[in-house]
């Protein structure tokens, strides 16, 4: 027997079973509106005013915060895009009959959640940068993960596994 394969075909039974139970829930339908816009938080175009939210505090350099963001980010990319190339997890759309997710996501695979993994890297960034009072981000982080599921585009583990990446990467540049 196949181990590996056993243990992946129970994470994705896992996952699509977990989806469908929430996409039948009467509270998602609800929840979309605001999904679509905690989705769009984490798109990426509000990342680069990061740097300067950081050098307008003047409690670190902020070229010092920027050359870390940058490492972060391209470590977290390269490993997001081979990653997703790799896995080549097709979302759900694709993969459940007579299903359609709310909005159109910008690539063909699921796994891992680029949203995720980026939210959760600057948070991350920001925790580790100016200490635990802004864990409370990770709330934020979190809700963008919950609005790919909501959306449709992406499965459970899709985020989970994003955000565990981006915590982790943001965790070892701040090592480099």
Known sequence: MNYRSGLLDNIHHWDVLT???????????????????????GNGHLYPLVP???????????LEFL?????????????????KNAFKRRRPANILPNYRSEIIASDEFSFPSG??????LMVTLLVLTFGPALMVLYLWSAMVAASRVILGVHFPTDTMVGGLLGSAIAYLACLI
Request: cysteine-free; overall charge positive.
């Open 19 to 41: 989806f469908r139970r929430f996409m039948a829930s009467s509270m998602r339908t609800s929840l979309v509106e605001m999904a679509k816009t905690l989705s769009r938080s």
């Open 52 to 62: 300067l939210v950081v050098a307008a505090t003047g409690l670190v350099p902020p």
């Open 67 to 83: 050359r870390l963001a940058f490492i972060a980010y391209a470590i977290e990319r390269s490993i997001y895009f081979i990653a």
């Open 115 to 120: 949203h995720s993994s980026a939210a959760f």
